[in-house]
């Protein structure tokens, strides 16, 4: 059986990680500004989009938000899957919902307390996405104003899908998930808390 990760050990990998995003924030830095004006251009104007996008009809939502509600609904899905929470309907369909649309959804029959936190909460995880295609495109695209603009239209993509929706919340912070994490949380901190300099 293997022992606990120890504080040192997170020190380290938090050391690591701090490292590696100082390297790619500064290679990123080094770029001509109008490669990063025009990439912001770009995130401001696909959010214009986005919010016109809803004043029309069920095509232009469902058109416009596929591939981002793809991702976000993938993500509930996948999770939920590994932990057991047997998803039974999965839809890209917009509908309406009181005084809003709901793009898409994911239906479980075994959400519980141990899996309906990781469940709900699941498309955070397009951010880890997000940040490995961050620190990895210069590896793969050569650092030029198009692949700028590509990197930010993905990261926009990526980042925006990952926000949790009220229901999504709703099902997270269900009250057994909240005693189950507060209680491990309360246990993390009892056991690694000494460890810890303010």
């Known amino acids: 059986m293997s022992s606990p990760v120890r504080p040192d050990q997170l020190s380290n990998i938090y050391e690591e990680c701090a490292k590696h995003i100082t ?17 912001i251009g770009l995130v401001i104007l ?3 989009l986005d919010d016109k996008s809803k004043q029309g ?9 596929l591939i981002g509600v793809f991702l976000h609904e993938l993500a509930h899905f996948i999770v939920g899957f590994v932990l057991f929470a047997k998803p039974v309907g999965f839809s890209l369909i917009p509908c309406r919902s009181e005084k809003q649309w709901q793009l898409g959804s994911v239906t479980f029959k075994g959400l ?11 498309p955070l995880g397009l951010i880890a996405v997000a940040y490995s295609l961050f620190t990895n495109w210069t590896l793969w695209f050569t650092p030029n104003l ?44 009892m056991y690694y808390g000494h460890w810890i300099d303010f």
């Not at 009809?57 to 938000?65: E, S």
């Not at 239209?153 to 909240?178: H, W």
């Open 57 to 65: 009809g069920v095509l232009t939502i469902f058109c416009w938000n």
């Open 46 to 48: 696909l959010k214009i």
């Open 23 to 39: 390297s790619t924030f500064g290679e990123v830095a080094s770029y001509p500004v109008y490669w990063h004006v025009c990439g």
């Open 112 to 122: 519980n307390a141990f899996n309906s936190l990781p469940t709900g909460l699941a």
């Open 146 to 189: 198009h692949s700028t603009i590509g990197a930010y239209f993905v990261l926009f993509i990526l980042v925006y899908n990952s926000l949790p929706s009220r229901q999504d919340l709703k099902i997270a912070f269900s009250a057994g998930s909240i005693f189950v994490y507060g209680t491990t949380a309360f246990a993390a901190y």
